[in-house]
């Protein structure tokens, strides 16, 4: 049976249930600048290619300077990103354990994610991070996961992407890696359609049961 020497994990929606201080964060957002709240599910729909699209997307084409709109919700969402927030079923337990290299491949900014995993203790797991507020391209761009290539000294054969949306499958095969999509998560498949990702399990609790081709 093959193996994966390497997994690179996407962040909200794969390793972490981010969506209620996600939807608390853009309807203070919203709010503050006198706009119309949107429910869990509809903020769900919007997550995805980083907070600026997702502000974006919740702003529903309302004359309002999103850039000043973005800045409020990233604000609030640094100082309340723990409150609802739990990593997935599995998470822990395959971080901790599993007998692979991690990475993180997140479009969220370093400030917020970092302090999500030393919250819950699972920084110290990780080989490689590349967060959304740094100089390289974000992903569906291939710049994210050459990084980490480059910096766990992994060949992209044996590398695998674990994502739950369209910049995380799409970035894998921008960058020429395999890729698991997670089917519970944020995103839905035809996000990403007509591009397959190599694998599909129904929870992240399945991946260390996934047998490679």
Partial sequence: MKSKSLYIFDMDGTLFNTLGDLSVAVNYALQTFGLKTLSTEKIKSYIGNGSLKLVERSLEGADAPLLEVHQCYSEFYAKHCLEKTEPYPG???????FPAKK???TNKPHIPGLALLKHFELDSYFDAFA???EETPRKPDA????KILKATGTAKEDAIMVGDDAPDILGAKNAGIDSVFIENGFGKRSSFAPVEPTYSIPHFSDL???QFR
């Fill in 91 to 97: 998470v822990v337990e395959f971080l901790k354990s």
């Fill in 103 to 105: 990475a993180l491949a």
């Fill in 131 to 133: 967060f959304g507020d």
């Fill in 143 to 146: 710049a994210p996961f050459l």
């Fill in 208 to 210: 260390s049961s996934l």
